[in-house]
């Protein structure tokens, strides 16, 4: 898999051009499926507020932060409405960066959920694997 790469100066396609196309309407707003349930599109990080535009500011300030980001996708798996995407994140070059794995629930080809896991990468690893 290809490593996205996102240039210092220039604002990243997605977070501007892509979010719009990936990013469900209904992300964050109440969408009642039936009368006795609803389901609300919203992201389960606890660093980012729900609705399309605390996701939008969220993403716009952390590619500001980190301009030379590079997040190569390791494996995807996808099931039913569900994807999930295992990827190393690097957010300054040098560094060892982080094992991410990202857990979307997609509607009509939308993401309208969002979970994500976190660890940084070990300098060693008392078994020899990788996270990778």
């Given at each position: ?16 051009t ?6 469900s ?26 609705g ?29 409405d ?12 040098g ?9 979307f629930?997609?509607?009509?080809g ?23």
């Amino acid at each position: 898999m290809a490593a996205v790469t996102l240039d210092a100066g220039r604002t990243p396609p997605t977070c501007a051009t892509h979010q719009g196309t990936y990013l469900s309407r209904e992300f964050g707003e109440e969408n009642p499926v039936n009368t006795t349930t609803s389901v609300r599109r919203r992201t389960l990080a606890a660093n980012i507020p729900d609705g399309l535009a605390g996701v939008k500011a969220a993403l716009g300030a952390y590619f500001a932060q980190f301009p030379q980001l590079r997040i190569t996708p390791k494996r995807i798996i996808a099931e039913g409405d569900l994807v999930a995407v295992h990827s190393h994140t690097v957010n300054v070059p040098g560094e060892r960066g982080q094992a991410v794995v990202d857990l979307f629930r997609v509607r009509r080809g939308r993401i309208v959920e969002h979970w994500d896991a976190v660890q940084d990468a070990p300098e060693t690893s008392a078994n020899g694997n990788t996270m990778f």
